[in-house]
Structure formats: C-alpha cells, structure tokens
C-alpha cells in the first residue's frame, strides 16, 4: 500500500513546540491585558448560518468564505448555497451573538475573544487562511461615550508594552473629521468620498505622486491645487501631545462635520494622555481611513517604529451600529483586532521573539533503574510545589539524557544517584550556564524556585 504524503495545506501555521510555547504566551499576554482592563471572554462557533454570516452579498468577502457541508448533507444536497460558513473574522459572531443574547447582557457590554478564523486567502508567504484574532469590543446599547474611544488605545498600549516587542506607536485618525475635509473640498458625494479615501488609505504603500496622479485624473478631475490641498491634509502626522493638538486646531473649523470630528479626536486624545499613554506612543496620523462602509469615527493602526515594513499590527475604530442586520436595536461601540497569527509570523520573520524555553522546568534523570520509585517520588514533590517536571522513564547514557533535555528547551536537570541517595542531596545542573551544584533534599523546592525566579526576571 503506497503511503499518502504528510503535509499541511498552504496557509496556515504549524508550529514546532518551542515556537508554540512562544505563541501560547503572546496569547496568554494579550489575553491577561484585555483581562485587566475588565473585557469578559465570550467564544463562538466556528460555523455560522451562511444566511448569517453573509449579511451583504456579493464583495471580496464572500470570495474568500470557506463552505461547511458534512458528508450526509453533500448526498442530500441540491443547487445552491451551503446552510454552514466558517466565520471569516470575530466581528460579524459578535453581532450576531450580542442580538441573539441582547436581553441578557449587561451594557456596556465589554467583551474579548480569542479564536480562529478561516479566509480563503491565495496562498502566499505570510498570508493565513487559518488565523488567531484577538478582539475587544464594547457595545452600547442606544448611545456610547466617546470615552471609550480614548480607553482602546490604553489597552493597546498595555498589551504591545508587555509584549516586549520595541517602540510603537497608536496612530489615531477621525473617519468624520475626514469626511467633513472632503466635502470642504468638493468631494462630498458618498460613493466618490469613499473612493477617494481607498486612494488615500494608499499613501504609505503607493507615495505621494500615485495619489495625486489619481486624485487629478479619470473620476475625480481634482485641480493642481485641490489635489495639493488634501495631500497636504494626508500627510499631516504628529510628534508628541501637544504638536497634536495644535495640528487640529490648525485645521479650523470648515463645516459641522469637520468641527465634530476635530473635537472628537482633541478629546480623545486629551483622555488618552490621562489613561496614562505616553505621548512618545500616540500620534495622529491623517491618511488612516480604515473600513469605509464600517467605521464612522475614530480609527485606530498600531505600528512597530523601527519595523514599518510589518504594517499595522493592530487596528479597530468606532462604529455606528453593530447588529443593524440582525436586530431594531442601536448598538454602537468601538473595538480592535490583533491578528496575532500574522503578527507572530512576522515578528519571528525579523528576529524580534528570541528563544522559547520549554514549559517543563525540571528533568529528573535515571541514573539506575532500581531507584525509579525514588524519581517518581521527586517527581511528585516538585510538581506538588508547583514547578512542571517530567522524568525519565526508559534509561540510557546520563549524557544522552542531557542532550535530550537541552533540545527539548529544559533548562535544569536533576542527578540523583547513590551518592546523593546515601547524603540526602540532590545535584542540579544548569544546562544554560553549563554549571553544576549539590543541595540537601530538604532544601531542593526552595533551591530551585529561587533558580526559576532568576531566569524569570533575567531571561538568558
């Protein structure tokens, strides 16, 4: 019988166990921040009603979709769409799942959620059809105080500062304060506005001259210095708080749109700062247009400073009504995603990550087979004191145990022989510092507890 070739389909992440180990604790960190900050976990299926999750038909959506059809249903089946869809991202099950349950939350509801999601990307270095977010929202329920736009940056900053990962920075822009610039400018039909914010939303990718070439030709017919004046617009960053608040106030006052959506983001920012954000961590930033028939206020993209060429690793905004397809009620709120597969892969692309230790802190190896209920034993202490330890179970060459425990990212070993049986000692050897040291058995817990604290606050 020939044997089928082991492989893994194109677009997705298969990790080694250290690597995994690496990935688990960046989730277990974002997830801890979102915690801290008072968002609940929710999880959803990973199927949806397709009439559900495909709420607008047709788009680059609905083409990336993957289909769920179980094997007695494909028999049955007839012309037309699967009843099943895996979701594509954590947004449209939170809608569903907050109209579905809306009597029995509490709102503000404030929820984060951690799961994969599943896009029918074509296959190509870095993309994922299957991928981890990680998102927090909070939904109103009729109103929401802009308040909470000023909260998300907070989070993020906690997250991407516990991630250790180098400076960043939580650029903010205004979907209404750029709006109320187009129309200010002759651009206020919504179908044009819109296209002209995706040409915008390409200033970082494509440069200034594409856009302008764009803004001035077939579709916009811009003069030379109406093109100008809104890439001059785009382009306008901040350095610092205060050069922030003076760019927006440079700006004027235009028309209503402009002025509210100038004031929302001068809020915003001033609340930002007194969330605690350094300044050295926020700046706005004019050419974020993000989601254009989604978000309606303020947007968010998060960028490493010294790695620009990752892209946005985090990104969200506020939005009018979430659940508008599924139910009467208004539910504004504001959110972000961290698509953390994509981030992971990129960081340990650019040797931003380090190395992984293993989970197991201790091996205890066998010295002589007649003393296995003594390792045992050990064994069970330390895990009794809380320390993860594994122990060998089939001997062999006392080198050859170690070469097993440094591949396998296990950074103390445990010798316990006749010598150290008759003394009551047990020696434990360093595997990273390639030192060695007896201690009584009595004080072994305590001995090595202090070991793991020191590799904990001086990571090797």
Known sequence: MALTQARTMPGVMELLPLD??????MLDTIRGNFERFGFLPIETPVMEFSDVLLTKQGGETERQVYFVQSTGALEKSVAGVPELALRFDLTVPLARYVAEHEHDLNFPFRRYQIQRVYRGERAQRGRFREFYQCDIDVIGKDALSIRYDAEIPAVIYSVFRDLNIGPFTIQLNNRKLMRGFFESQGIGDAERQAHALREVDKLDKRGADYVRDTLMGE??????????????????????????????????????????????????????????????????????????????????????????????????????????NYTKSHLPGVGISIGA??????????????????TVKVLVTQMDEAHLPRYLELANELRSAGIATEVVLEGGKLGKQFKYADRAGIRFVLVLGSDEIAKGTVTVKD????????????????TLRVELEQVEAMPA
Do not use: M, W
Not at 20 to 25: C, H, S, V, W, Y
Not at 227 to 240: E, M
Not at 341 to 350: K, M, S, V, W
Not at 431 to 446: A, G, I, M
């Open 20 to 25: 995994q180990i690496a990935f688990q604790r």
């Open 219 to 324: 579709g916009f017919g811009l003069t030379v210095d109406a093109a100008k004046r809104i890439l001059d617009f785009v382009q306008v960053r901040s350095h610092g708080h205060a050069d922030a608040l003076d760019k927006l106030d440079a700006l004027g006052g235009g028309n209503a749109t402009l002025a509210e959506g100038v004031a929302e983001l001068t809020q915003t920012l001033e609340l930002i700062r007194a969330f605690g954000v350094p300044e050295s961590h926020y700046a706005i930033n004019l050419s974020i247009a993000r989601g254009l028939d989604y978000y309606t206020g303020t947007v968010y993209e998060t960028t490493l400073n010294e790695h620009p060429q990752i892209g946005s690793i985090c990104s969200g905004g506020r939005y009018e009504n979430l659940a508008s």
């Open 341 to 358: 597969t994509r981030l992971f892969y990129q960081l340990r692309e650019a040797g931003l990550l380090g190395t992984a230790a293993s």
């Open 431 to 446: 595997l990273r510092k390639q030192d060695q040291f007896e201690v009584p058995r009595t004080e072994l817990v305590k």
